[in-house]
């Protein structure tokens, strides 16, 4: 029985699952359930919160909350499968580009929310001017951490490549202004990604 993976390829969170599972060889079918509508009671079936992603074990447990996922992933990887170092610097290094990555989708998420959402008599236009800054902000730190060629990872993606890539292909789907200032080291690591069926088959769907 493979694993079950509910959230659409739109959330990076769900998306960042499906990468993980992909790199690491698993099996996993896809239930691209949606956060809204007729769909949210399902969800809320599956965790309580109403959140995605879930990933439903072959045992039948709910795991909810990426960074959960993640270490129980990791904690079942199959032989020469980590996408995290298990130790030392490389694993201190790797979280912190991780780190840098889901911040920017943190924010970027917040600002879907008020700006692509939120009816815009009601937007606080300092609220986005602050999410647009925090974003800019982090995407500064990953182009300065992003390798010239090649991964962060190795000879293969890590989890800091993973990390990097979700949050530009988010922001190029959702408000691809805020990658007008540049940031090439990144736009080409994003399309060395997205040219491997891991990162290809998960693109966000629009």
């Known amino acids: 029985m493979p694993l079950i993976l509910y ?7 769900a998306r960042r699952i499906a990468i993980w599972c992909a790199l690491q060889d698993r099996e996993v079918e896809r239930r691209k359930i949606l956060v809204t509508g007729e769909d949210f009671e399902t969800l809320k079936g599956l965790n309580p919160v109403g959140r995605v992603p879930v990933l439903e074990t072959e045992d039948g447990a709910h795991l909810i909350e990426t960074a959960a996922i993640i270490d129980w992933l990791e904690d079942t990887a199959p032989e020469g499968k980590r996408v995290l170092p298990a130790t030392g610097a490389a694993r201190r290094d790797a ?3 991780m780190a840098f990555g889901n911040s920017v989708v943190e924010k970027g998420v917040a600002l ?3 700006k692509n959402r939120r009816p815009e008599e009601f937007q606080w236009p300092e609220w986005r001017a602050r999410l647009e800054g925090q974003i800019a902000g982090g995407l500064a730190a990953i182009e300065a951490h992003a390798p010239a060629d090649g991964w962060l990872g190795g000879e293969g993606p ?3 490549d993973v990390a990097f890539v979700i949050a530009h292909d988010f922001l190029a789907a959702t408000n691809p202004y805020l990658l007008e200032a540049g940031y090439p080291k990144l736009k080409a690591l994003a399309a060395r990604a ?10 966000p769907e629009t």
């Open 194 to 203: 997205d040219a491997l069926p891991a990162f290809a088959e998960s693109r």
């Open 158 to 160: 890590g989890a800091g």
């Open 112 to 114: 879907v929310y008020e």
């Open 7 to 13: 959230g659409r390829s739109l959330s990076p969170f």
């Open 95 to 97: 979280m912190q580009e």
